[in-house]
């Protein structure tokens, strides 16, 4: 029995995980760029009492099976805003910015002109273009698709988009903001930069709120076994007291 209710408590931890991966949805739904998350429970594989087994002799508690998340990469629809410095990538690349500990990733295109005249993007971190930071004097610029920034007809720098490799893990850090440990290469020439627009987030507030019904009402069936089993204990102990 003591396997059942391990079992029984993974059960109820994925379904934990899950409604804050759908909080967080639910939450950037609004969010320029914002990929929502899926989360994925974790497969067994094999025998349950091998896995808990596993677990255990790997320091793993049963408790920490929970889910996996994964990126939605789908793209959101676009949103005419009429602002220079509002970009919208089409296709599978990704702004490229000065993190402090290295490249970081986004495609909330709501850039910025900072006071020292620095390109800036979610959290104020700089913008690459083809060898450093991209600086401008004014804001009043043309990007065009390939992501050349011209002022006037001055060609001022170009935006180093980013098609991160396949089987890259983005990891959310918020604001739109990702790390990603695969290796980047250039965006593929299908990607294109589109003026005066941002990406809206890719999250239907509709389903999403029908994934929260969904993982509610598996919890509720969860926490129903855990009381089954209360009362079957409790009944034992009594029979027990009896004799």
């Known amino acids: ?83 220079p410095l509002d970009i919208a990538i089409e296709g599978p690349g990704y702004l490229t910015l000065v993190g402090p500990e290295g490249a970081l990733y986004s495609r909330r295109g709501a850039l910025q002109l900072a006071a020292n005249g620095q390109l800036t993007g979610p959290m104020g971190l ?3 273009g083809r060898s450093r930071p991209v600086q401008l004097d004014s ?25 991160l490799a396949a089987g890259s893990d983005l990891e959310p850090l918020g604001g739109g903001v990702y790390a990603a440990p695969g290796v980047e290469r250039e965006a593929s020439a299908s990607t294109r930069i589109r003026q005066h627009h941002l990406e809206g987030a890719n ?20 926490q129903n076994v855990v009381k089954s089993y209360d009362d079957v204990t409790e009944q034992a102990l009594r029979t027990i007291g009896d004799l």
Not at 31 to 47: C, L, M
Not at 55 to 75: F, M
Not at 203 to 222: G, N
Request: proline share 5%; aromatic share 4%; net charge negative.
């Open 1 to 83: 029995m003591p396997e059942t209710l391990a079992i029984v408590e993974m059960g109820m931890r994925a379904e934990m995980d899950r409604l804050g991966v759908i909080s967080h949805n639910l939450a950037n739904a609004s969010t320029p760029g914002f990929r929502r998350e899926i989360a994925i429970a974790r497969p067994f594989g094999g025998q349950l009492t091998a896995r808990l087994e596993g677990l255990v002799a790997s320091g793993i508690s049963p408790l920490d099976a929970g889910i996996a998340r994964v990126t939605d990469d789908r793209p959101g629809s676009l949103q005419h805003t009429g602002n």
């Open 126 to 128: 700089p913008v690459m």
């Open 203 to 222: 999250v239907s507030v509709m389903r999403e709120m029908v994934l929260l019904m969904e993982t509610m009402r598996r919890f509720e069936a969860i």
């Open 139 to 163: 804001a009043s610029v043309r990007i065009d698709e390939t992501g050349a920034i011209w002022d006037g007809d001055v060609h001022v720098d170009d935006l180093a988009i980013s098609e």
